[in-house]
């Protein structure tokens, strides 16, 4: 009997074989024991208690400082509702009150947060307890223009977070197809930036750059830049997490922004990157909740495909992602204006064209980064509740992977290596041609 793949499939799964004729390979991420419960906790305090190239939190802040921690929206898995909670212990034990602490949530240019995600994202207590803030990228009255920074590139920030006495922040380091790894400086530095900020780091002249991929740092001017950024507005202390594929926390570490932030890319390295052989006919893509809720955050899958250190899937390929799609295509601005741009287009070359000849408004971005993705490749989008969208974005629906599969095989012959990757955000497949020649 042919082998069983699973692949989540919002908050649920989806469990299929490949037709006849498809060889099939499963690429997943390594290994790491996962920090749960008490364990968790511990490491939380740990990381706290000694943080790296920085003294501890207590140490840090004084009783009369203004205090903002920038934390990530609902479209991260980070567990801020584990991570808050000895944070502002920390605050606590150094005197700072509770009226002198604003969290504030780094949306960028997406939609604004809800009651019940900062429920579910924060926990009940610390929304009672402390004032939440969305950051309004828009909102020039909640904005400090900071001068440019590396790369020509416009520091415009959240007043909150620049006017701060002690600015801290949480995120999530995984594979980023423009910052090569998130987390660390990007809560801030995109997160909580002004839609000036955000547009001209989005702009073809970062996204068309050699060194601007998937998992790398070096020579990459998204990265530079938002690093600067950080900086400037005076990022001082952080805690980050790596999560495994399920979403479980296998690492925590605290202190300076870019020594922590360095350590956890050296373990995500480790964990998401997997080495592969070749590049395949077809992929199959998993997402799940909360990337797959819209079409703006979900097609991220297909261009992390393409755009790892090597395309994955072959020129003139297709890559299958199941996805939800609840809120069609993104109810944020930026989401908006991505699905604006690329439904309006005639082909994929005019969105190119268009761009770099133009420029564009932020969320556009993705528009552009998918045209590059759909002059590459097809995408077949499966189970979506929003079909007539995914048709319109030039995107291929599909009722099941069944009718992807067979939509692959009318295509592209019957005889088909398909790669399996149920987490294709998270997983980074490095082509290893070295290895695939000593064979």
Known sequence: ?????????????????????????????????????????????????????SPRLRDLARPTDKVCIAVTDITRSCPDDKLLPP??????????????????????MHRASTVEERRVMLGEAIVARYAVRDHEPQNPEMLVDLGKVAWDVPAVTNKIAYEADLLLATGIVEPH???????????????????????????????????????????NPFHEAVTEIAQRVGLRFIINVVVD?????????????IEAFHALVEVAKGLYVVPIEHDFDVVVAGVGYPKDAN???????????????????????????????????????????????????TTMQ???DEA???????????????AKVLE????????????DEVAAAHMIPADDLHEALEICQQRLGQRLRVAVVPHALLTLPVIQREKALAR
């Open 1 to 53: 009997m042919a082998q069983e793949y699973t692949v989540p499939y919002s908050k649920a799964k989806i469990t299929f074989r490949l037709l006849e004729g498809m060889d099939g390979t499963l690429v997943q991420s390594k290994y790491m024991p996962p920090l749960t419960g008490a364990t968790l906790d511990g490491a939380i305090r740990n990381a706290l208690e000694h943080p790296i190239a």
């Open 87 to 108: 944070l502002l212990a920390e605050l606590e034990r150094a005197g700072v009150p509770d009226q002198n602490i604003t969290i504030l949530i780094a949306v960028g």
């Open 177 to 219: 197809q423009y910052a090569g790894f998130s987390g660390g400086r990007k809560t801030v530095a995109i997160g909580v930036a002004g839609e000036a900020t955000i547009e001209y780091t989005h702009l073809p002249w970062a996204l068309d750059h050699p060194k601007t991929r998937l998992g790398n740092l070096e020579g």
């Open 245 to 257: 594929d399920d979403g479980n926390v296998v690492a925590v570490k605290a202190g300076h922004p």
């Open 295 to 345: 079409l703006y955050q979900a097609s991220r899958a297909a261009s992390y495909l393409v755009f790892a250190p090597e395309p994955v899937v072959r020129k003139g390929g297709i890559i299958i992602i199941p996805m939800r799609c609840e809120e069609g295509a993104g109810q944020g601005v930026g989401e908006k204006r991505f699905f604006e741009r690329i439904k309006s287009a």
């Open 350 to 352: 005019e969105v190119l």
């Open 356 to 370: 770099r000849r133009h420029g564009y408004k932020p969320g556009e971005q993705r528009a552009f980064v998918m």
């Open 376 to 387: 590459h490749c097809d995408v077949v989008i499966v189970g979506s509740d929003c079909p």
